[in-house]
């Protein structure tokens, strides 16, 4: 029976470890890049126009102008994430980023009583965490 150094079998462990995690962490990107990809598709659709109501409280209600604008910016932010998963894909800042992201979605939904938005207090533009400008 041939003598194997256990540094040698330490080394092939990795490897085939990193072989493993090349390919998760390939399938999780493409993964992400599809359903960030139809987040945008709605996104675009949102700020184009093309969508005329949404559904507030149950209630349909028409998109103004201001919603339109930040559905826009919510366009651009998932563009920008889409494009940072592209090159390179650390879980850690892309968790970040879909934090950031929901709380824009969070922004363009929330309105007041006088059909205004609302500022989030933890929205990007309040808080010192990395948004769209």
Known sequence: ???ISRNLMILRRVRVTRRSVKVDTQRMRSKTMMNLEQLFDLAILLAKGEVKTQTENGKTVKVTLKQRQMWARI??????????IASGFDEREIDTQLDVLERLVNEAKAKTKNGKTQEDPSSPRNANSQGPS
């Open 1 to 3: 029976m041939p003598k």
């Open 75 to 84: 366009a651009a932010y998932i563009a920008q994430i889409m494009n940072s």
